[in-house]
């Protein structure tokens, strides 16, 4: 018997290497570019990569006299094309060890902070769907922002379509969002120490904290 009927990954960090922070930053001044705007502060813009909230694009949209939903959602389709390419080019790609993750005996899902665009994109470009019954990224605009993790929003979500009791789901990520919002979930968690998280210290504690994804499919398998 498996120790777990459900585990759930994050993408980022966990199937793919994250994004490129100054990739990000990019796609936000090409948003600007878009609307005419070219003395966009570089500070700010890193603002919109690092703490997207809706106060913030309010703020800088209102030094720029341009409507806020204008910038975001400029900003979303840049992110969402520099990211594709990173991909098709091969400067961003997947773990080694997501070969474990068919494995697992349990349904497995993903849920990322992510667009919804880019993990779909991802599961496909990657032959990685297959692997999962279900998966949520955010839908874009300001309004969704605050469904990110570590609001446990999109986890729900997938755990009402694996029709898991929570006492029997696994979470697995590579950020202290991510635990918090398994927490806030009632599931279990596992913290993925991957290398550009060397450094980082949780003020929350992981049910578990591993070293890649062959030791979630043991956990997860009881095994």
Same mark, same amino acid.
Do not use: C, M, W
């Given at each position: 018997m498996s120790e777990y009927d459900a585990v759930v990954f994050d993408s980022d960090g966990i199937l793919v290497a994250p994004p490129r922070h100054?990739?990000? %930053?990019?796609? &936000?001044?090409?948003?600007?570019?878009?609307?005419?705007?070219?003395?966009?502060?570089r500070e700010a813009l890193a603002g919109l990569v690092t703490d997207p909230s809706a106060d913030r694009i309010g703020d800088l949209a209102a030094t720029h006299d341009v409507d806020p939903e204008a910038v975001w959602n400029a900003r979303e389709r840049?992110?969402?094309?520099?990211?594709?390419? &990173?991909?098709?080019?091969?400067?961003?790609?997947?773990?080694?060890?997501?070969?474990?993750? &068919?494995?697992?005996?349990?349904?497995?899902?993903?849920?990322?902070?992510?667009?919804?665009?880019t993990i779909e994109f991802v599961l496909d470009f990657f032959d990685l769907e297959h692997l999962f019954e279900t998966y949520y990224g955010r839908e874009n605009g300001?309004?969704?922002?605050?469904?990110?993790?570590?609001?446990?929003?999109?986890?729900?979500?997938?755990? &009402?379509?694996?029709?898991?009791?929570?006492?029997? %789901?696994?979470? %697995?990520?590579?950020s202290e969002s991510d635990v918090v919002a398994a927490d806030r979930a009632a599931v279990d968690s596992a913290f993925v120490r991957r290398?550009?998280?060397?450094?980082?210290?949780?003020?929350?504690?992981?049910?578990?904290?591993?070293?890649?994804?062959?030791?979630?499919?043991?956990?997860?398998?009881?095994s």
């Open positions: 100054d990739a990000q %930053v990019a796609a &936000a001044r090409a948003a600007f570019d878009d609307l005419g705007i070219e003395d966009v502060d840049h992110d969402e094309r520099f990211q594709e390419r &990173a991909f098709e080019d091969g400067s961003r790609t997947t773990y080694d060890d997501v070969s474990a993750i &068919a494995d697992i005996a349990g349904t497995r899902g993903v849920v990322s902070n992510n667009h919804h665009a300001i309004g969704n922002l605050a469904r990110r993790k570590p609001n446990p929003h999109y986890i729900e979500r997938a755990l &009402a379509d694996l029709d898991a009791a929570d006492d029997r %789901v696994l979470y %697995v990520g590579d290398p550009h998280r060397e450094g980082l210290d949780l003020s929350v504690s992981p049910t578990y904290e591993v070293a890649d994804l062959h030791a979630v499919r043991r956990i997860a398998n009881g």
